[in-house]
């Protein structure tokens, strides 16, 4: 699966450049439902960064509620795996769960699998420019399974598989 990156990337990867990334993650944990007539519950969303500090991205953006507070996490992600079977790329996301914080969250949000997950990849230089100018990449995935032990809780993510995708899903089809 190759990823290009955009240009303005490529001088933070020269040897003399002290720029590194930052990994902002979005983990959609329990979906936004419908509990009697009108009535919805909020949705529950997890936005993680890969630094020893908070943050605010993007910055000054327009959309509600604006930009988004991304909280400190010690996660890992595994390269992406591709077999020669014909299976959608995955990538293994490893959170640290050694204060059990996640536990109860990951509990009432059911089923986890089929949620989106969406990971930004922003170079640290870049955090303070401001919408619709703020350098970032993008990557959109879907949770496949879960699973949790004493010390992280492991999210297997795929692409989004197009084959089982209707879009819109409530489509009309005239009948001839």
Known sequence: MPITLPSSFNSREEPNSSDDYLWFIEILVKKAARTSGPVY???LVFRI?????AHTWPVSSPTPPGAWAWQPFNFDISPVE?????????VQLSVDNTGRVLMPTLHSGDTLEGNPVTMYLVPR??????????Q??????????????SESITFRLE??????????????VARR
């Open 41 to 43: 519950t909020a949705g």
């Open 49 to 53: 960064c890969s630094d020893s500090q």
């Open 82 to 90: 591709q077999t020669e079977e014909g299976d959608l790329p995955s």
């Open 125 to 134: 230089s870049a955090l303070s420019i401001a919408y619709p100018n703020h």
């Open 136 to 149: 970032y990449q993008k990557f959109e995935f879907q949770i496949a399974s879960v699973s949790a032990d």
């Open 159 to 172: 692409r989004a598989n197009f084959f089982s995708r209707q879009a819109p899903q409530d489509r009309y």
